[in-house]
T-cell receptor, first 113, second 113 residues
Framework: GAGVSQSPRYKVAKRGQDVALRCDPISGHVSLFWYQQALGQGPEFLTYFQNEAQLDKSGLPSDRFFAERPEGSVSTLKIQRTQQEDSAVYLC???????????FGDGTRLSIL | AQTVTQSQPEMSVQEAETVTLSCTYDTSESDYYLFWYKQPPSRQMILVIRQEAYKQQNATENRFSVNFQKAAKSFSLKISDSQLGDAAMYFCALGAGSYQLTFGKGTKLSVIP
């Protein structure tokens, strides 16, 4: 496909469970970003990869959040021991370079019960 | 730190009319980019228009144009000849210094037939 692909589109988990969210960026895009969007808010930065290197994880809200991009393409955002406050839409974006416009996926809506 | 403020939580416009969405920002960086993204209910963030801070000329993309006032740190979006498909959340975003985007809280635009 031509765009950024995220899966699953919806995820429901019980509090305390671990979840994994996948992002497949546009082919050839070096930069990959994760954002968290709470209901009624704008997206907030979580973490940034340049190829396989995680250059910035300053936005990750706690050590329960972990992201990886081992081969410089697909990325996974993992949340351990989920809490209700983790409920949000998680958006992934990619760009050819860090200062180029970011292309967003459809997001994963995570609901923690 | 960067901040982006959108003071209009909701706006409405009659079909075929013109509407202006407001955005102010703050950054200490001299080199930065400003963006307007559109987010329909499908959740995908779609780039509407981009403005480089070093360019004095206001960006234009078909029916969409911006009024970039650098000294006032203002970046408004004008939508001309509004169409039903323009109804969505609109987010103003700032990319400064580093690569991450800082978003405003958004403006919900309704188009009245």
């Amino acid at each position: 496909g031509a765009g950024v692909s995220q899966s699953p589109r919806y995820k429901v988990a019980k509090r305390g469970q671990d979840v994994a969210l996948r992002c497949d960026p546009i082919s050839g895009h070096v930069s990959l970003f994760w954002y968290q969007q709470a209901l009624g808010q704008g997206p907030e930065f979580l973490t940034y990869f340049q190829n396989e290197a995680q250059l910035d994880k300053s936005g990750l809200p706690s050590d329960r959040f972990f992201a990886e991009r081992p081969e410089g393409s697909v990325s996974t955002l993992k949340i351990q021991r989920t809490q209700q406050e983790d409920s949000a839409v998680y958006l992934c974006a990619s760009s050819p370079a860090s200062n180029q416009p970011q292309h967003f996926g459809d997001g994963t809506r995570l609901s923690i019960l | 730190a960067q901040t982006v403020t959108q003071s209009q939580p909701e706006m409405s416009v009659q079909e075929a009319e013109t509407v202006t969405l407001s955005c102010t920002y703050d950054t200490s960086e001299s080199d930065y980019y400003l963006f307007w993204y559109k987010q329909p209910p499908s959740r995908q963030m779609i780039l509407v228009i981009r403005q480089e801070a070093y360019k004095q000329q206001n960006a234009t993309e078909n029916r969409f144009s911006v009024n970039f006032q650098k000294a006032a740190k203002s970046f408004s979006l004008k939508i001309s000849d509004s169409q039903l498909g323009d109804a969505a959340m609109y987010f103003c975003a700032l990319g400064a210094g580093s690569y991450q985007l800082t978003f405003g809280k958004g403006t919900k635009l309704s188009v009245i037939p």
